[in-house]
Antibody
Framework: QVQLVQSGAEVKKPGASVKVSCKAS????????IHWVRQAPGQGLEWMAI????????RYAQKFQVRVTMTRDTSTSTVYMELSSLRSEDTAVYYC???????????WGQGTLVTVSS | DIQMTQSPSSLSASVGDRVTITCRAS??????LNWYQQKPGKAPKLLIY???SLQSGVPSRVSGSGSGTDFTLTISSLQPEDFATYYC?????????FGQGTKVEIK
């Protein structure tokens, strides 16, 4: 069965970086795009980035353009999202989700809580 | 970016009620509109895709309609497990944007 399994919760200080992983299984990794979506406490869902695991091409939300980097490792079917220069407003649950262009998110990771606090 | 506006932001309803949530896009998105349900501490769950197609396993009391800029999610007879937050989301263009959510609470 399709699964997206994310890395565990992180606590970071302001100005630090965090790298969250999302390991895919149960399907052909290079056939489906992976997105990152975040949700601040008590807030809605915010799209951050997308990667095509086949060629590694990425696109980022303008808001995160200079701070986010999305990569993938096809040998382990894992996607990574690194967010730098963390601030308190980055405290959120970060989700990876599978979604093809023009379609929908059919599978989600379990979420990774990133807490930014001094 | 395409802005998605949901209404209402919250509603109170009783078991058995008919509930309707609307979503408006800032430009035409054809039928590239999806609906998700989210419960506390959980990832969103796909309910409706392409504006009106029911995701496998989702009960038939849930339905979606609309095209262009105006869309509707309807739950025909609210059940206890339907109390949650609902989000619309457009997949017409990157960035895929979400509505702000509608919280359905027990009256």
């Amino acid at each position: 069965q399709v699964q997206l399994v994310q890395s565990g919760a992180e606590v970071k200080k302001p100005g630090a970086s965090v790298k969250v992983s999302c390991k895919a299984s149960g399907y052909t990794f290079t056939n489906y795009y992976i997105h990152w979506v975040r949700q601040a406490p008590g807030q809605g869902l915010e799209w951050m980035a997308i990667i095509n695991p086949s060629g590694g091409i990425t696109r980022y939300a303008q808001k995160f353009q200079v701070r986010v980097t999305m990569t993938r490792d096809t040998s382990t079917s894992t996607v990574y999202m690194e967010l730098s220069s963390l601030r308190s407003e980055d405290t959120a649950v970060y989700y990876c989700a599978r979604g093809q262009t023009g379609t929908y998110y059919d599978y989600w990771g379990q979420g990774t809580l990133v807490t930014v606090s001094s | 970016d395409i802005q998605m506006t949901q209404s209402p932001s919250s509603l109170s309803a009783s078991v058995g009620d008919r509930v309707t949530i609307t979503c408006r896009a800032s430009q035409s998105i054809s039928t590239y509109l999806n609906w998700y349900q989210q419960k506390p501490g959980k990832a969103p769950k796909l309910l409706i895709y392409a504006a009106s197609s029911l995701q496998s396993g989702v009960p038939s009391r849930v339905s979606g309609s609309g095209s262009g800029t105006d869309f509707t999610l309807t739950i025909s007879s609210l059940q206890p497990e339907d109390f949650a937050t609902y989000y619309c989301q457009q997949s017409f263009s990157i960035p895929w944007t979400f509505g702000q959510g509608t919280k359905v609470e027990i009256k």
